[in-house]
């Protein structure tokens, strides 16, 4: 009998099945491993956000301008112009999302407004050009009842939101906003929920936030406390 030399049929479906089996193997390894690049990519972005959403809200109100203006024209009665309310805050800024510290003032309004399918509540801020004193008296629409021991206080429009607002926190369980207040020896200070000064700006701006779906293996958006430096009397005379 002679040799015959080759490769016979079962031998080349076992070769084929090999192949195969380590081809899927490899697939399923490469999308392992990219869905695991993924997810790390994605807790970083998240986590960035969250450290870059307390900076800029820190750099914001460490950039508060003590702008005074009068009350429906530059000679009306004189305010500050900052609005501090449990779930709204207006001021005047030299630091924004767009600029950063480059470029010309804003106003910025801050305002709590109910989540994406009314699940929990987000914090959104509008940037809108400061265009001086007269812009400043033109957004007071009369003074509030003066209340006892306290000077009227100036009224603001309402807020509006809308697509050139930007969202700086989502998906939050609760956020507001509680200002302190410099009192003498020995009580010092106190945490208000709303401002009440016209003529005084607040030592301190904290915004309470917690998220709605805590994650541990990220970071999240937590209390932010920030000082304002401006603690002088604003409407007094300025001293030589």
Partial sequence: ????????????????????????GMLMAMRIGLNAMGKTNEK????????GVQKIIL?????LMPVTAGCGSLMGPKFVVFEGQP?????????TLAEAARGYPRLLEFKVIPGEHDRGVRLVVNERMYGGPYMASALCTGMAPPMEGVAPLPVFPEIEVGSASFVLADKLAYCRFIYRRTLPAPEFERWIPMWPLPDLLP???????????PDPSKLQVLTVTAPIRVNKWVLGPYAD
């Fill in 87 to 95: 779930d709204h805050m207006r001021f005047v800024s030299s630091y």
């Fill in 1 to 24: 009998m002679r040799n015959e030399r080759g490769t016979t049929l079962v031998e080349l479906l076992v070769a084929i099945t090999l192949v195969s089996f380590i081809s899927v």
């Fill in 59 to 63: 750099s914001q109100i460490a950039g």
């Fill in 203 to 213: 030592s301190g701006v904290r915004i309470e936030m917690a998220p709605l779906d």
């Fill in 44 to 51: 970083l972005v998240a986590n960035r956000k969250a450290i």
